[in-house]
């Protein structure tokens, strides 16, 4: 069977295994590692034309590496993106991907419901260096028109959105922001590279954390930016090259692992989400359940059209606010609180006073992010388990 990551007759759980590899002569089952800060030449005139750029060789690692190298082939591959740069986290992909492309001077419109370190990038870095930013309410349409109504440079978004699941009409930011100039950056974490295309939907550039569903095992940190060859080459790549933005290829290589069983962890999480946001929305003391699989959530219609699934992701709100939020979870014997996501195991937190604590509160409940809400990253265990276990946490609420 073809390698060839531009053999399109092939489906994502079969690209998955296959796309990006580049065998040794050894010919190993398994991607090698290549462990290695360095590269040696032949002889000083290949050294030479390495760098002058006649001769393909790698370097540096942290410029180039070979393992890290077949992880962004295998990623751009599943994106259907012309190029990719892997970086040593999520944030450092969001970072490199805006701060490679503004200068003093430029404006960048970002969606108020970010992951927390996404919102303190624009909300004080990038004005710290001379760039407007301007917030806007993910859902509100006229709200993007009138920011986007200016020269902009960038807009950044998250959808589904960090931690209430909220679901922004991609395409018609998208449609805006290009009229103002913007290139839109996507924050696909919540949804994954299988359950959204981004770049289908009129995206320029796509950002990953693959501390999350790629690697799914919480093991190691990373991330990705992916896009168009010209972008990645001329203005990303000299950024990420020299401020040393670069993922270890210990870590690209437990991400390779990672991607060989990300169809299926994440088929299997969704499905366990779904289960878990019926059981919710049915439960004594849950006031709300947010999940964009479910025909109650305010943008279903748009999930519908815009995702091939709901996500693993569900956030709910209890009765009580945060004292009932920390009952619920401190009765949970086999969901984890961690703030983490994406994980192999399931993990709840509760964001008003973790992920979002950093936020003022005005802005929170703004968000919707009331002291009653809980996010649970839903994992790969038996749906009935989980269920079991949400029960204690109901329990809990009811003798509060
Ligand atoms: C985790 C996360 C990030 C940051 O990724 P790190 O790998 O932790 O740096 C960015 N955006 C979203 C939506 C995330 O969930």
């Given at each position: 069977?073809?390698?060839?990551?531009?053999?399109?007759a092939?489906r994502p759980?079969?690209?998955?295994?296959h796309?990006?590899?580049?065998?040794?002569?050894f010919?190993?089952t398994?991607?090698?590692m290549?462990?290695?800060?360095?590269?040696?030449?032949?002889?000083a005139?290949?050294?030479?034309?390495?760098?002058t750029?006649?001769?393909?060789?790698?370097?540096?690692?942290?410029?180039?590496n070979?393992?890290?190298a077949?992880?962004?082939?295998?990623?751009?591959?599943?994106?259907?993106?012309?190029?990719?740069?892997?970086t040593?986290?999520?944030m450092?992909?969001v970072s490199?991907?805006?701060?490679?492309?503004?200068?003093?001077?430029?404006?960048?419109?970002?969606?108020?419901?970010?992951?927390?370190?996404?919102?303190w990038?624009v909300?004080n870095?990038?004005?710290?260096?001379g760039?407007?930013?301007?917030?806007?309410?993910?859902?509100?349409?006229a709200?993007?028109a009138?920011?986007?109504?200016?020269?902009?440079?960038?807009?950044?978004?998250?959808?589904?959105?960090n931690?209430?699941?909220?679901?922004?009409?991609i395409?018609?930011?998208?449609d805006?922001?290009?009229k103002?100039?913007?290139?839109?950056?996507?924050?696909?974490v919540?949804?994954t590279?299988?359950l959204?295309?981004?770049?289908e939907?009129?995206?320029?550039?796509?950002?990953?954390?693959c501390?999350?569903?790629?690697?799914?095992?919480?093991?190691?940190?990373?991330?990705?930016?992916?896009?168009?060859?010209?972008w990645?080459?001329?203005?990303?790549q000299p950024?990420?090259?020299?401020?040393?933005?670069?993922?270890?290829?210990?870590?690209?290589?437990?991400?390779?692992?990672?991607l060989?069983?990300?169809?299926?962890?994440?088929?299997?999480m969704?499905?366990n989400?779904?289960?878990?946001?019926?059981y919710?929305?049915?439960?004594e003391g849950?006031?709300?359940?947010f999940?964009?699989?479910r025909?109650?959530?305010?943008?279903y219609?748009?999930?519908?059209r815009?995702m091939t699934?709901?996500?693993t992701?569900?956030?709910f709100?209890?009765?009580?606010?945060?004292?009932?939020?920390f009952a619920f979870?401190n009765?949970?014997?086999l969901?984890?609180?961690?703030?983490?996501?994406?994980?192999?195991?399931?993990?709840?937190?509760?964001?008003?006073?973790?992920?979002h604590?950093?936020i003022?509160?005005?802005?929170?409940?703004?968000?919707?992010i009331?002291?009653?809400v809980?996010r649970f990253?839903?994992?790969?265990?038996d749906?009935?388990?989980?269920?079991?276990?949400?029960?204690?946490?109901?329990?809990?609420?009811?003798?509060?």
């Amino acid at each position: 069977m073809s390698n060839d990551p531009t053999d399109t007759a092939y489906r994502p759980a079969t690209r998955l295994l296959h796309a990006g590899i580049e065998r040794t002569p050894f010919g190993e089952t398994s991607e090698a590692m290549f462990l290695t800060s360095g590269f040696v030449y032949d002889n000083a005139e290949q050294a030479e034309a390495t760098f002058t750029g006649d001769v393909v060789h790698y370097q540096y690692s942290r410029f180039g590496n070979p393992t890290v190298a077949a992880l962004e082939r295998r990623l751009a591959d599943l994106e259907g993106a012309e190029a990719c740069i892997a970086t040593s986290t999520g944030m450092g992909a969001v970072s490199s991907a805006l701060l490679s492309h503004v200068k003093a001077g430029d404006r960048v419109v970002a969606s108020r419901a970010l992951f927390g370190s996404c919102h303190w990038i624009v909300a004080n870095l990038l004005p710290r260096y001379g760039v407007e930013t301007v917030f806007v309410d993910g859902g509100d349409l006229a709200g993007w028109a009138a920011a986007l109504s200016r020269p902009t440079a960038a807009v950044l978004l998250e959808s589904p959105s960090n931690p209430m699941l909220e679901i922004l009409d991609i395409r018609a930011i998208a449609d805006l922001a290009h009229k103002a100039g913007a290139i839109v950056v996507v924050d696909n974490v919540f949804a994954t590279p299988l359950l959204q295309k981004p770049l289908e939907l009129g995206a320029d550039v796509v950002v990953y954390s693959c501390t999350k569903h790629i690697d799914g095992q919480g093991r190691v940190l990373g991330g990705a930016v992916l896009g168009r060859q010209d972008w990645i080459a001329n203005t990303l790549q000299p950024f990420t090259r020299n401020t040393g933005n670069a993922l270890s290829p210990f870590n690209a290589w437990v991400m390779l692992k990672g991607l060989e069983t990300l169809t299926l962890r994440v088929r299997a999480m969704t499905e366990n989400a779904a289960a878990v946001a019926d059981y919710l929305a049915g439960a004594e003391g849950v006031t709300r359940v947010f999940y964009p699989g479910r025909p109650d959530h305010p943008q279903y219609e748009l999930a519908q059209r815009q995702m091939t699934g709901g996500s693993t992701l569900v956030a709910f709100e209890v009765a009580g606010g945060k004292a009932g939020a920390f009952a619920f979870m401190n009765a949970l014997r086999l969901i984890a609180i961690s703030n983490n996501l994406g994980d192999a195991r399931s993990m709840v937190t509760h964001p008003a006073t973790t992920t979002h604590m950093k936020i003022s509160p005005e802005d929170r409940a703004q968000l919707g992010i009331t002291d009653g809400v809980i996010r649970f990253s839903v994992g790969l265990e038996d749906a009935e388990d989980l269920k079991n276990d949400l029960a204690r946490g109901v329990v809990a609420l009811g003798l509060r």
